[in-house]
């Protein structure tokens, strides 16, 4: 049995269709509240977890792989093997602000974001100065009522940004699912992975 963990949400709805044009006939992810949930042929074993949850769980073995954000991926940086990007889901992580903020040489600036460890590597980068305000979420209301002079943030459509009077200032990196898996699971469950990862590719039409 192969024991998947994927990132309840946006992934889980497109990876939902994924899997069942795959062959993996499950239960429908949006209308269950099981979080353990065994497709048809009893081979597959999805765990509907937190998107940032979703590396633990195989990171420490208790799943043999995942599917989740290339964000959780960035900011956490787990153990783990990175196999391939999903053709769904897209989106970028992105600097936004209020159109014309300009950073200033050598002038420190206060950032707002889930993804503290992105946004500090962003900056250093970029040689600026930069005070990071860890918020959960509804980070757009941080420049509006100036906590800060900035997000680090997902944009997909832009419109979350676009009713709060905010634009995307800069692009940090494009996102992704990506199909992760560990050290143990590639060893132990190799054929039955490899298997599953050769369909996957291929309805992703990653590979022929
Ligand atoms: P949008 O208005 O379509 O640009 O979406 C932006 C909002 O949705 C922001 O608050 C993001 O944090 C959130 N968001 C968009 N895409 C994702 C994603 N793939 N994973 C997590 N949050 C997302």
């Known amino acids: 049995m192969i024991r998947l963990a994927i990132a309840k949400g946006r992934i889980s709805s497109e990876a939902e269709t994924l899997l069942a044009q795959a062959g993996l006939e499950f239960p429908s992810f949006d209308d269950t509240r099981k979080l353990i949930i065994s497709d048809k042929s009893g081979l597959y074993e999805v765990l509907l977890v937190k998107p940032a949850d979703t590396a633990v ?98 944009v997909q459509t832009g419109k979350t940004l676009k009713e709060n009077g905010l634009v995307v200032l800069e692009e940090v990196f494009d996102i992704a699912p990506v199909f992760i898996t560990n050290k143990a699971a590639l060893k132990t469950k190799q054929k039955e992975l490899y298997e599953l990862i050769d369909i996957l590719e291929k309805q992703a039409g990653i590979s022929q």
């Open 57 to 154: 769980y195989v990171e420490t073995g208790v799943a043999d792989c995942g599917i989740v954000g290339r964000d959780v991926i960035e900011e956490t940086d787990p153990d783990v093997f990175r196999l391939f990007s999903m053709p769904f889901a897209q989106c970028k992580m992105c600097v936004a602000g209020k159109e014309g903020f300009e950073y200033k040489a050598a002038k420190k600036i206060v950032a707002a974001s889930k993804y503290v460890r992105c946004a500090e590597r962003h900056f250093k980068q970029k040689q600026i100065p930069c005070n990071v305000i860890m918020l959960n979420g509804s980070v757009e209301i941080a420049p509006l009522l100036d906590m800060s002079d900035v997000i680090v943030d997902i």
